[in-house]
Antibody, heavy 120, light 108 residues
Framework: EVQLVQSGAEVKKPGESLKISCKGS????????IGWVRQMPGKGLEWMGI????????RYSPSFQGQVTISADKSISTAYLQWSSLKASDTAMYYC?????????????WGQGTLVTVSS | EIVLTQSPGTLSLSPGERATLSCRAS???????LAWYQQKPGQAPRLLIY???SRATGIPDRFSGSGSGTDFTLTISRLEPEDFAVYYC?????????FGQGTKLEIK
């Protein structure tokens, strides 16, 4: 069974750093792109970027380029989303997703979400 | 960037009725790259339709997708109580993904 299990909720102060994780199981982690999607409170879905764990090729949405870092450790089947200096506007639910690029481009599995709260 | 506009913003219907949700793109989208998701409160989104018209694994056949070019439709033939949720369309183009703003399907 394919699963994406994300790390738990975080409460941080503005200016702090943070790294959240997403562990994949039940499939070949290095054979699928993994991405991140943001959902701000009461709002819609925003694609942030993707990484191919097989070779760490990474692509970012222009809206998030330079704001976050996506990485992966294929030895432990885990992808990461990282901030060096959080802002209150980073408060949101963050989902990791598995990308499928066969017979279309879409996200077939989603993690359960990691709620990040940034408040002074 | 391709912008997806979903309509209506909110759709109020009763169980057993037919729901028709629209997703319009600002420029032509390959049908292969158009997907639909369902999100219930407190849950992660779930893939319903990919390639504009192919149902994802385990999705009931009351859900169907259609369309091409700039106009796409998600149809739910007979609404069940568990279908009331928010629905998002999503496209891939120019090396990026974008989502529509969502349609909330609520019980009338």
């Amino acid at each position: 069974e394919v699963q994406l299990v994300q790390s738990g909720a975080e409460v941080k102060k503005p200016g702090e750093s943070l790294k959240i994780s997403c562990k994949g199981s039940g499939y070949s982690f290095t054979s699928y792109w993994i991405g991140w999607v943001r959902q701000m409170p009461g709002k819609g879905l925003e694609w942030m970027g993707i990484i191919y764990p097989g070779d760490s090729d990474t692509r970012y949405s222009p809206s998030f380029q330079g704001q976050v870092t996506i990485s992966a450790d294929k030895s432990i089947s885990t992808a990461y989303l990282q901030w060096s200096s959080l802002k209150a506007s980073d408060t949101a639910m963050y989902y990791c997703v598995r990308h499928v690029t066969v017979l279309g481009y879409y996200f077939d599995y989603w993690g359960q979400g990691t709620l990040v709260t940034v408040s002074s | 960037e391709i912008v997806l506009t979903q309509s209506p913003g909110t759709l109020s219907l009763s169980p057993g009725e037919r729901a028709t949700l629209s997703c319009r793109a600002s420029q032509s989208v390959s049908s292969s790259y158009l997907a639909w998701y369902q999100q219930k409160p407190g849950q992660a989104p779930r893939l319903l339709i990919y390639g504009a018209s192919s149902r994802a694994t385990g999705i009931p056949d009351r859900f169907s997708g259609s369309g091409s070019g700039t106009d796409f439709t998600l149809t739910i033939s007979r609404l069940e109580p568990e279908d009331f949720a928010v629905y998002y369309c999503q496209q891939y183009g120019s090396s990026r993904y974008t989502f529509g703003q969502g349609t909330k399907l609520e019980i009338k």
